[in-house]
């Protein structure tokens, strides 16, 4: 009797594992939606990924990881360079990011121009989760055995390039965050108690803009230098000038009367998150004299080495803050992609959303007669999201986080040294200019041009 309970309850994990997006809720969640169900599912296999990449790059690991054929040569330091270690931690990231580019790509394509969830390939959209899960493994053993050639190389400009659509994705996001929070507390005012919600809103306002002023004086001090640094003095200046430019527009009286909902929470969330990406430009300067949080794992070209103690091998040092602050920042953006529920036109056209029904269904169709609640099915006239869209997020994710927990660095063409570049700088701070002016285009585009319906 027990026997066959047991292969009755693994026979119904298998129908789950196989089935649609429904069989992932259990009676001690609340309803919900199939499409919230399936972003969320996709969502935890690249934060998966992610945490396995920082495993393996965690002190300890290189034993490991030296254990698979061609990742290291003896054991030991290379031509008396780079150590043996940072070369497998690195090499190990790259493969693994490859490995979720390489399946959230494929989702990508097959998933073009999905109608509805009555197209067959809707079904494999929510479900066959398993067979998902083994496809990444699969992936992933597969790339550990990719030859060393030019591997590298090749796929770190594949990595600046996606790193840099991702940022402006980042900031669509969090526009989008700060529309609806402003939206929410402003609705809360309105229901009563108001002058508790608008000094809420002043106080997380003026919080963000002495933050982002903080961020600024901190640059000037430790990242300039009299006599060196003019590309930091400028990177710093510019963005805090056209940080005050998109703060002042978005109040402008002819567009609130445009977009009532636009205000100084928006724009100083905004300029906080450029201070972090100049900051983020700034730790990849090759110049230690403006870069004083180089890492120590960097081969410098300068014929003198620079003042303080020598760093050991063994001791190198993989992390720093900016990249600690950019893996929070991801994991945020990437949970609030998956359940992200907005009536902000603009954001929904550029992220390829429907209005968002939020984030519960009602009870009514969702709960059956054992109890269990099941995910409804809100798709069946129409797509709540683009299906191929939000895979090439995803796959633009992957390339993020492969460049944030290696920093961005390059490797030689001998796999000898890392090196940081000024083209990483570059690519950086032109994200932060283009991400502004498309915040400052949400401000603008219903007075350019009128005709267009922007409500």
Known sequence: MGACLAVGSLASCASCLCGSASCLLSSCCPSTYNSTISRLAFSFLLLLGTLVSIIMILPGMEGHLQNIPGFCKD???????????????????????????????????????????????????????????????????????????????????????????????????????????????????????????????????????????????????????????????????????????????????????????????????????????????????????????????????????????????GTVQWWDAQGIVGLIIFLFCTLYASIRSSNNTQVNRLMQTEEGQGLTASDSGATEEDGARRAVDNEEDGVTYSYSFFHFSLFLASLYIMMTLTNWYKPGVDYETMETTMPAVWVKICSSWLGLALYLWTLVAPLVLPDRDFN
């Not at 899960?133 to 030859?147: D, E, K, M, W």
């Not at 803009?209 to 006599?227: C, E, K, R, W």
């Not at 510019?238 to 009532?260: D, G, H, M, R």
């Not at 969330?269 to 430009?281: D, F, K, Q, R």
């Open 75 to 313: 054991g030991s330091v290379i031509s008396g360079k780079v150590n043996c270690e940072v070369i497998v931690g690195y090499k190990a990231v790259y493969r693994m990011c490859f490995a979720m580019a390489c399946f959230f790509f494929l989702f990508s394509i097959i998933m073009i121009r999905v109608r509805s969830s009555k197209d067959p390939r809707a079904a494999i959209q929510n479900g066959f989760w398993f067979f998902k899960f083994l496809v990444l493994v699969g992936i992933a053993v597969g790339a550990f055995f990719i030859p060393n050639g030019t591997f590298s190389t090749v796929w770190y400009y594949f990595g600046v390039v996606g790193s840099f659509i991702f940022i402006i994705i980042q900031l669509i996001l969090l526009v989008d965050f700060a529309h609806s929070w402003n939206q929410a507390w402003v609705e809360k005012a309105e229901e009563g108690n108001s002058k508790c919600w608008y000094a809420a809103l002043l106080s997380c306002t003026c919080i963000h803009y002495a933050l982002a002023f903080a961020a600024v004086v901190l640059f000037y001090v430790f990242y300039t230098q009299p006599d060196d640094c003019a590309a930091h003095k400028t990177f710093i200046s510019l963005n805090l000038i056209f940080c005050i430019i998109v703060s002042i527009v978005s109040i402008l009286p002819k567009v609130q009367e445009a977009q009532p909902s636009s205000g100084l929470l928006q724009a100083s969330l905004i300029s906080l998150y450029t201070m972090y990406v100049t900051w983020s430009a700034m730790t990849n300067n090759p110049n230690r004299k403006c870069n004083p949080s180089l890492l120590s794992l960097v081969q410098h070209s300068s014929p003198t080495p620079p003042p303080g103690p020598t760093v050991a091998p």
